[in-house]
């Protein structure tokens, strides 16, 4: 009921190559978040979606909500060094608890 | 100066040992976290408080404790710790209202022998 899949585990590219990233869940919620943890530094959030359909972008990050409200989807751009670390997807136990739960994370290693 | 700070960011202790890892923050925010990170699993909650007097037990709260002795000050325990609980902890905070964006500190890296 609470678990949140996220794909793939980890990532190998080459600096400029784009990248993308999904998370699954198996309930319907109407927040999905992203965050970014970089080496040795606790998670930092990219981007929030309220909106299922909702396209969402902070720079070379792109995020959107599934239209079947039980996925999201983050795509990086023309990938740089400093993308380096580890990607969470994370939304609400349930509606308004203030509660998260996190995804397995997506490790984005990039060689120059 | 950081919002959310950790002390210690590292410790390496014993099985048995009782540790307790400090988290303070300036944010002045009503809500704090703590977490576990493990390689492959995500961030799993071990306890939350929504105020002072205010404690809940998360998805993983065996062998833990905590203590909100401030608004600012929320901290986990370990009363006899155990090799298994080698991972990286987090704490977090959440203004109320304030949805649920949460905001983390720098970690802890704890290491049991």
């Known amino acids: 009921g609470q678990q949140l899949n996220q794909s793939p585990q980890s990532m190998f590219i080459q600096e400029g190559e784009d990248v993308s990233m999904n998370c699954t869940s198996s309930s319907i919620f109407n927040t999905w978040l992203w965050y970014k943890q970089d080496p040795g530094e606790g998670p930092v959030l990219l981007i929030a979606l309220y909106k299922a359909g909702e396209l969402t972008s902070n720079g070379r990050l792109t995020a959107q909500f599934g239209i079947t409200r039980k996925d999201s989807f983050l795509n990086i751009s023309a990938s740089i060094p400093s993308d380096v670390g580890i990607y969470f997807c994370?939304?609400?136990?349930?509606?308004?608890?203030?509660?998260?739960?996190f995804g397995q994370g997506t490790r984005l290693t990039i060689n120059p | 100066d950081a919002d959310v700070t950790q002390t210690p960011r590292n410790r390496i202790t014993k099985t048995g040992k009782r540790i307790m890892l400090e988290c303070s923050q300036t944010k002045g925010h009503d809500r704090m976290y703590w977490y576990r990170q493990d390689p492959g699993l995500g961030l799993q909650l071990i306890y939350y408080?929504?105020?002072?007097?205010?404690?809940n037990k998360g998805e993983i709260s065996d062998g833990y404790s905590v203590s909100r002795q401030a608004q600012a000050k929320f901290s986990l325990s370990l009363e006899s710790a155990i090799p298994n609980q080698t991972a990286l902890y987090f704490c977090?905070?959440?203004?109320?209202?304030?949805?649920?964006?949460?905001?983390f500190g720098p970690g802890t890296r704890l290491t049991v022998l």
């Open positions: 408080s929504f105020d002072v007097k205010d404690i």
């Open positions: 977090a905070t959440s203004p109320l209202g304030g949805g649920d964006t949460q905001y």
């Open positions: 994370a939304r609400p136990v349930r509606e308004g608890a203030q509660k998260l739960v």
